[in-house]
């Protein structure tokens, strides 16, 4: 149990295009989402936290009209990067709470490697 | 503000060897302490969580116990394998800390490297 998912796992892109992340909670409702980034070789840093039906709460420092987080429902919540650029090139991780680890486990989905040429 | 400092990698072990992997915490309230454990090319898992002072939490033969009076929660197994090869990263999740609820904030990660 607890599975989170993320589409699509790697994604190429041109410079100023923009590009959507999806994250979903396959078997449980999730009333609690997460954006992270990891550059190499470094940790996780938070982006964004989202609650279904409401607007994301972003961490100092983050663009919220960069990184639009949207969490339609219980299980899915998208990212997308607008006008990406080559210094948005990272490792976006999601995870999601609200499993049967409780509200502080967090599940994490495998991540999507973006690369803006 | 709220931290986790966790050892330096990369560390090296032969197979069957003992590990332990330190991990220390500031926090202004009562966290909750976890280890995730990402294998290569994959996503972040939870390997095991304490939530209360004196908690031991163990998973596949890894354990750790939250230590309040040192503030420190170290992983530990006895006998690791080639399969535990991957970046170990301690956690906490502080109600109290003035970020977003259940938010966590990682140590930087140990690599840890198995060798037959």
């Known amino acids: 149990g607890a599975v989170v998912s993320q589409h699509p796992s790697w994604v190429i892109c041109k410079s100023g295009t923009s590009v959507k992340i999806e994250c979903r909670s396959l078997?449980?409702?999730?009333?609690?989402m997460f954006w992270y980034r990891q550059f190499p070789k470094q940790s996780l840093m938070l982006m964004a936290t989202?609650?279904?039906?409401?607007?994301?709460?972003?961490e100092q420092g983050v663009e919220k009209d960069k990184f639009l987080i949207n969490h339609a429902s219980l299980t899915l919540s998208t990212l997308t990067v607008t006008s990406a650029h080559p210094e948005d090139s990272s490792f976006y991780i999601c995870?999601?709470?609200?499993?049967?680890?409780?509200?502080?486990?967090?599940?994490f989905g495998p991540g999507t490697r973006l690369t803006v040429l | 503000g709220d931290s986790v400092t966790q050892m330096e990698g990369p560390v090296t072990l032969s197979e069957e060897a003992f590990l332990t992997i330190n991990c220390t915490y500031t926090?202004?309230?009562?966290?909750?302490l976890f280890w995730y454990v990402q294998y290569p090319g994959e996503g972040l898992q939870l390997l095991l969580k304490?939530?209360?002072?004196?908690d031991k939490g163990s998973n596949k033969g890894f354990e750790a116990t939250y230590r309040k009076e040192t503030t420190s929660f170290h992983l530990e197994k006895g006998s690791v394998q080639v399969s535990d090869s991957a970046v170990y990263f301690c956690?906490?999740?502080?109600?109290?800390?003035?970020?977003?609820?259940?938010?966590?904030?990682f140590g930087k990660g140990t690599k840890l490297s198995v060798k037959p």
């Open positions: 956690a906490l999740s502080d109600p109290s800390y003035g970020g977003s609820q259940g938010n966590l904030i």
């Open positions: 926090a202004t309230g009562y966290p909750s």
């Open positions: 995870s999601a709470s609200g499993g049967t680890g409780g509200t502080d486990t967090q599940y």
């Open positions: 304490a939530t209360k002072a004196d």
């Open positions: 078997d449980f409702q999730a009333t609690t």
């Open positions: 989202s609650n279904e039906g409401s607007k994301a709460t972003y």
